[in-house]
Structures are given as structure tokens and as C-alpha cells.
């Protein structure tokens, strides 16, 4: 099992950037493949982005593709979402989430795990 815990959201104006960071804590972390999506009011929970264990795949949402970037750092059990040249429809919670399989995936049942989430809002 592992736990993870977000962090970094805030209020942004439109254009700015932040860095989100989910820390992992329990089993191995390269065990899993790692993601991140969003959920803003009213709407479903969105795919983001997704790296491989290794960090050497990474795959992207058209609607963040050159504006967000996924990252891992495994030997400090953490991944991180940059995100750049925000836009008010970024706003949203983002949660981080853990996944046993072999290859990045883009849909939400396929994790195992899943942080509790940070709040980011963009103003415009």
C-alpha cells in the first residue's frame, strides 16, 4: 500500500505557474506507474498527465500538452506537475494517484491509489 500526499495549489492569476507535488510514503516507489488528474465542479474527473516508473514515459491531456509538465524524482519517493501558462479552466482539485500496472494509463479505475487532492484556482 502507499499513501500520498499533494501539495502546492493556490490562486494564480491567468498566465502564471505552479508546481504540485505528491509524496509518497508505504511501498516501493518505482512499483508504480504515477498520475495526476482533475476534477473541477460539476464536471467528471480528468486525466492530466501520467509518467512510467522510471520517469522515462510521459503522456499528456491535449488540453495541457506544452503547458504542464510530469515529473519524478524516485529517490525522494515524489512526483511533481509544473504547470505553465495557466488558464481559468485549469481550475480545479488535482489529485495525484498510484498505479500498480506496467504502463501509464489515462483512465481513473486503473489506479490503485489516490491522494486526497490540492485546490488550484486560476483568476482571470
Known amino acids: 500500500q502507499v499513501q500520498l500526499v499533494e501539495s502546492g495549489g493556490g490562486l494564480v492569476q491567468a498566465g502564471g505557474s505552479l508546481r504540485l507535488s505528491c509524496a509518497a510514503s508505504?511501498?516501493?516507489?518505482?512499483?508504480?506507474?504515477m498520475g495526476w488528474f482533475r476534477q473541477a465542479p460539476g464536471k467528471e474527473r480528468e486525466f492530466v498527465a501520467a509518467?512510467?516508473?522510471?520517469?522515462?514515459?510521459?503522456y499528456y491531456a491535449d488540453s495541457v500538452k506544452g503547458r504542464f509538465t510530469i515529473s519524478r524524482d524516485n529517490a525522494k519517493n515524489t512526483v511533481y506537475l509544473q504547470m505553465d501558462s495557466l488558464k481559468p479552466e485549469d481550475t480545479a482539485v488535482y489529485c495525484c494517484?498510484?498505479?500498480?500496472?506496467?504502463?501509464?494509463?489515462?483512465?481513473?479505475?486503473?489506479?490503485?491509489?489516490w491522494g486526497q487532492g490540492t485546490q488550484v484556482t486560476v483568476s482571470s
Open positions: 508505504g511501498r516501493t516507489f518505482t512499483s508504480y506507474v
Open positions: 509518467i512510467s516508473r522510471s520517469g522515462a514515459g510521459k
Open positions: 494517484a498510484a498505479d500498480l500496472g506496467t504502463i501509464p494509463r489515462r483512465w481513473p479505475a486503473e489506479y490503485d491509489y
